[in-house]
């Protein structure tokens, strides 16, 4: 696409001039950090375990952006998109970084990757569903993000550690949101404590591989540049069980406690990740390098 038109006297016009998300500058933790080889430049491996945070981030702000103009209350069309937003803006700074490895620029790992070198938990590509099945979601990834982003604020990465030191403060919010929500819906009508009730059940089971450790974050960890995802599982469940006790909600038992087998920071992924990268990535794949 381009502005390119016609001044009155047979000229070219750009009436639009040139706009690229790319030339938006990063929050200013990251300033210095390009790929033009100057600044903070993360290792193989710190650059897998961004990543790692940076799919998680994208593919659910990707989820949420669905819901505008569909929530429940106009209030809701907005306080979704911003979160969604919110985590756009963890997704650039951790995948700026996260291509400073590699000499990728953010918009290379976000719409030129397929869907095997995805590396998000399976909880984030979980479909929408309901309004229920949304906030179930969202109480769950915004109490793991919390935990998560106030621990990685005290890496030994200065990077990693600065965006973690802005993010947790946004997903606080996020949980918050969650949290007030889960209570309406359970306290709510017959109906809305059904769904919520039914939503809890089907997200349970994309719970655990939030926490699994593996040799990427051990050997991270160890350096005091990740956090080791087990670390975090005491306070997620000392949050979550407050809520649920506090909704009057019980957590899944029998049949519907299944866990999932994961995989998703291998590369393997549900049904549900395809599609939404297919939408996600479709107007940058079919005008490769355009601007407007």
Known sequence: MSGADLDPHGGQLDVHG??????VELAEELA???ITGTGATASADAAEYALRLGDDALVL???LGMWIARAPELEEDVALGNIGLDLIGHARSLLHYAGTASGRR????AYWRDEREWRNAWLFEQPNGDFAHTIARQLVAATYLVELYAALAES???TLAAIAAKAVKEVDYHRDHATQWTLRLAGGTEESRRRMTVAIADTWPYIDELFVDDEL???LAAE???VLPSSLRPAF???IDAVMAEAELEPPTGRTAFVASGGGRRGSHTEHLGPLLAEMQVLARQHPGASW
Not at 106 to 109: H, M, W, Y
Request: net charge negative; glycine share 10%.
């Open 217 to 219: 974050v051990e050997h």
């Open 156 to 158: 030994t990465d200065p």
């Open 18 to 23: 040139d706009v690229s998300v790319d030339e």
């Open 106 to 109: 953010e918009d290379d790992l």
């Open 237 to 239: 469940d000392a949050v």
């Open 61 to 63: 702000a990707q989820q």
């Open 32 to 34: 210095g950090a390009g």
């Open 224 to 226: 005091g540049v990740a």
